[in-house]
Structure formats: structure tokens, C-alpha cells
């Protein structure tokens, strides 16, 4: 039953099975000039409503047939009826317009093209047809693919509810929308985001003329999330649909892959693929690269979510928390933790050396420490730390330390310095303290005056020379890590090294 709000419609239908001679409507006012139409077959009447409920009754010869229509206004729907769309502008119909007549009959199940439709200037014509890309049915001037001419119980005279009246044609995306998410403008209506007649953009888009696809997205999510100084590739060029399905996927957020394991990143990244996939990969990278890029955009380089050091730290923190307090006490700290440049030294993704670093340690080092490396590299004999590559064992609190150099123990730096065990706590660590504290010995040292230890007489003193002042502490042209030369106020001495 019928709810309208206008007082004239149209009564029209098709009589089968007689040839009837007359039709006659009751229950309501007929008004149209010619009275009651009849022709092959079919009827039809323009007829004044009543307020309140209407009881049309429509005879002919013998059969009858009744339709209840409610008129009101659009205030309050009355029980038992639902609203009824009809297309304004209401006036005499000619059943010939549309409908095949053939040998004295009409063929309601065909369609003849209209010779004036609907985007003539009579009727939409100054609106449709003017943006670039056409919906196929008004392009070819069969708006009722679409929408009913007579009337609907959906707004609009659609003919059917809005996606299923899509899926019509459309039928080859059905099996898409019925993925496991479903993007919420498809639920709701294709028409939330297509514009069924034209658009200025590709596929009906209601975005904005000239500007991509974004500007459609725009109309629901918020805009600042996406135009923060660094942004992703696809969005600053505004194609979400590289990233994401619009319509629905089986993956979360409509990607259009997994994020594990950098899957939806891979989609362009594949040049990448191999240097993610070394020996040591970063728990991050395997899980979900957005831990720590922000897929849309950022107010930090390469899209981090924040500053490399305190992206670092929320994880690291709790990992490695030895680390962080050794930076948070430290005296001395390393030139890259105090730039936040962590980078520097891990690679942020896979490496083929632990912890992550973008070389082997002694390479690493000496990409920075360029001259001691170059000095190294010339001599002959090394530390044992340095002949394997071991920076660490010396300098091992290496992110930050209370001791100067970055060593991870005490060591006296300057020339001269009054002998105590602690201060030479780093060089104890491997080698024997005797060497220092006794004054007598046949063994411990070749250093010395018969059985007279001259370690002991150089260092265990009130002005004692430190290790430095003789030994090279990486790398020395002569044996034993023994210097060429010692510095003496303004002029230095060579120290040869005798055999024998």
C-alpha cells in the first residue's frame, strides 16, 4: 500500500486474457481531459486524491482489480503504508513513448528509445551530460536501466535498492563485496562514492575536478594524516587505491596484501626484497613495517613515526635496558646516539652482522675514524683486540660510557700519572698487574735490568708512566706494540726495540 504527497497520479496497467471494450475508476476523482485511457490493451488515468487513505477500484468488463493510496504529507509515514516516489511534473502519458505498440497491442516487456528522454532541455538536460566521464546508461539515454518512470517505493524512482541496482550490470564485482572487510561506504551504497550520472573524474568518482582520487577519500577521512611533510609515495600523488582495495578485501584496512612480512610493501618496494631477507632481521620488518613507518605521512624523514633515537627506544628500552643506561649516565656519549643517528651504525631493517650493523665492526669503525684506520692499516704489529676486528673490547660501552674513549673500564690518558691498580683497571682486564707491582722477577716482562722489572720502575711510581707513553694502544711498527718515539716536553726520543 501506498504512501504519496502529492494530490494527481497517475493510475495505469495492462489488462491480459480480454480484450476489454471499457475501464471504469472509482474510489477517486478522474481529472485528465480525456478521461479514462484505453488502448491495446493498456490503461491509464490522471486522478485527484483525497486526504487520508484512497480505495481506487478500476473495472473492466468484468475484471476488477483495487489499490489503496494514502495522501499526506512527508511529516509522519501512516501505518501500513510506505512511501511511494513518484516523478514530478506530472502530466497526460503517452504509453507510446516508451512502450512497443504493435498490430493494435502493446508489448510491456519492451522498451522502444525514447524520441525525447530525460536529458533533453525539457527536462535534465542543462545538468547532465557535461562532466567528462558519462555513466553508460545516461551516455545512452536509458535512464530506466536505472529508474523506474512510473514510480518506486525507493527514493528516486530507483528500481532496485542501491547496490543491488548496481549489481545488475555490475555483476562481476559481486563476488569482491562479499570479502571478509567490507569498506564502509559499500554497505551503505555504491552512490556514496560514485556519482550514478557523471563526474569530471575517472569511474563516476565524486572527488574534485582536477584534483586525484584522494579528494574523494578526503569527504570521510581526515585530511591532516595524510599532508604532513613527508609523505608515502601514492599519497602524495593522492592514489590511495595503490595501497588500498576500495571496495573490499579478506586483509585488514582494505589492503590490498598482508602487511606481515612487508607483503603490501613489496607490492612497489620489490627492489628491496633482498636486503630485508639477510642474515639478521629486525623483529619490526618481519612483523609490519608501520611499527615504525607511518604508511601515509610524517613530520619525520622516511615517514618514522618519530625521531630514530625515540623510535628506538620504545622497544629497546625493555630489550637491551644496559643500553640505555649507559647513554643516560654517560660522561662521554658516541657522536651518532648524541645526533640520533642510530642508523649510522644498524641498518633499521636486515644485516648480515650482529647487532644489525651495516658492516663488520672494524670496517664500520674505520668508515669514521678514517685516519687511525689508514695508521693501522700501515703497522705491522697490533693489539690483539685490533688483529681480530674487536673494537669492543676495549671501547665496549660503545653507545655511552663514564669513562673517556668509550672504554668500558678505567684508564689513565695522560703522559704521567701516579701509579694505583684501578686506573689501570682496563689494561688488568687481559694483562697480568703483577707486571707493574713486582719490583723483582725473571719472567713476567723482557723489560728489564737483569731480574730488575723496569714496568715497575717506569710505572709503579708517584710520577709513573702510563701504558701510552711507550706502547701504541692499536698498532705499532715494532714489536710489542712499542712506540718509535716518546714525547719529552718539547722534542720526543726514539725508542728502538733491541733483540738479544
Avoid at 399 to 404: A, D, L
Wanted: aromatic share 8%; proline share 4%; net charge neutral.
Amino acid at each position: 500500500m501506498a504512501w504519496v504527497t502529492v494530490d494527481r497520479i497517475h493510475v495505469s496497467g495492462a489488462i491480459e486474457g480480454v480484450e476489454a471494450k471499457s475501464v471504469d475508476v472509482k474510489g477517486v476523482e478522474v481529472v485528465g481531459k480525456g478521461g479514462v485511457f484505453l488502448e491495446g490493451g493498456g490503461f491509464g488515468a490522471l486522478v485527484r486524491l483525497k486526504k487520508g487513505e484512497n480505495i481506487i477500484q478500476v473495472t473492466a468488463d468484468g475484471l476488477q482489480g483495487q489499490v489503496k493510496v494514502f495522501y499526506g504529507d512527508d511529516k509522519s509515514s501512516p501505518k501500513g503504508f510506505r512511501r511511494y516516489y513518484l516523478h514530478a511534473g506530472l502530466e497526460e502519458l503517452d504509453c507510446k513513448e516508451c512502450h512497443r505498440f504493435r498490430r493494435g497491442s502493446f508489448d510491456f516487456t519492451r522498451n522502444v528509445p525514447a524520441r525525447s528522454n530525460c536529458t533533453t532541455a525539457k527536462c535534465h538536460g542543462e545538468s547532465l551530460m557535461q562532466d567528462q566521464f558519462v555513466h553508460g546508461p545516461v551516455g545512452a539515454g536509458v535512464c530506466i536501466s536505472c529508474h523506474n518512470p512510473h514510480g518506486s517505493f525507493r527514493r528516486n524512482q530507483l528500481a532496485r535498492e542501491d547496490r543491488a541496482l548496481c549489481l545488475i550490470c555490475h555483476e562481476a564485482k559481486e563476488e569482491e563485496f562479499n570479502k571478509q572487510v567490507v569498506h564502509a561506504p559499500v554497505e551503505e551504497g555504491c552512490s556514496s562514492c560514485h556519482d550514478p550520472h557523471q563526474s569530471p573524474m575517472r569511474f563516476q568518482l565524486k572527488g574534485e575536478k582536477g584534483k586525484p582520487v584522494s579528494s574523494l577519500c578526503f569527504n570521510c577521512h581526515d585530511e591532516t594524516i595524510f599532508t604532513r611533510q613527508f609523505q608515502h609515495g601514492p599519497v602524495g600523488v593522492g592514489d590511495c587505491i595503490a595501497c588500498h582495495n576500495a571496495h573490499a578485501t579478506d586483509v585488514e584496512q582494505l589492503l590490498i596484501a598482508p602487511r606481515a612480512d612487508g607483503q603490501v610493501c613489496f607490492q612497489c618496494h620489490s627492489d628491496r626484497r633482498d636486503s630485508f631477507n639477510l642474515r639478521q632481521v629486525h623483529a619490526p620488518v618481519k612483523e609490519n613495517c608501520s611499527l615504525c613507518h607511518d604508511p601515509h605521512s610524517s613530520d619525520t624523514r622516511m615517514q618514522l613515526h618519530k625521531s630514530e633515537t625515540v623510535l628506538c627506544r620504545e622497544c629497546h628500552e625493555q630489550k637491551t635496558p644496559q643500553v640505555f643506561k649507559d647513554i643516560a649516565t654517560a660522561k662521554f656519549r658516541h657522536e651518532p646516539v648524541s645526533e640520533d643517528r642510530c642508523a649510522s651504525c644498524h641498518r633499521p631493517h636486515s644485516s648480515n652482522y650482529e647487532p644489525l650493523l651495516a658492516d663488520t665492526l672494524e670496517k664500520l669503525c674505520f668508515q669514521c675514524h678514517v685516519d687511525l684506520g689508514e695508521e693501522v692499516e700501515e703497522l705491522k704489529f697490533r693489539h690483539g683486540p685490533v688483529k681480530t676486528g674487536d673494537c669492543i673490547s676495549c671501547h665496549s660501552k660503545i653507545h655511552g660510557s663514564t669513562f673517556v674513549k668509550l672504554l668500558g673500564r678505567e684508564f689513565p690518558m695522560n703522559f704521567y700519572d701516579e701509579y694505583e691498580p684501578a686506573k689501570y683497571d682496563l689494561c688488568f682486564s687481559c694483562h697480568n698487574k703483577d707486571i707493574a707491582q713486582r719490583k723483582i722477577t725473571g719472567e713476567l716482562t723482557n723489560f728489564r735490568d737483569g731480574e730488575y722489572n723496569l714496568h715497575f720502575l717506569h710505572v709503579n711510581r708517584r710520577k709513573g708512566r702510563t701504558c701510552t707513553a711507550c706502547h701504541g694502544a692499536h698498532a705499532s711498527s715494532q714489536a710489542k706494540h712499542i712506540r718509535e718515539e716518546v714525547p719529552f716536553g718539547g722534542w720526543s726520543y726514539p725508542i728502538p726495540v733491541l733483540s738479544g
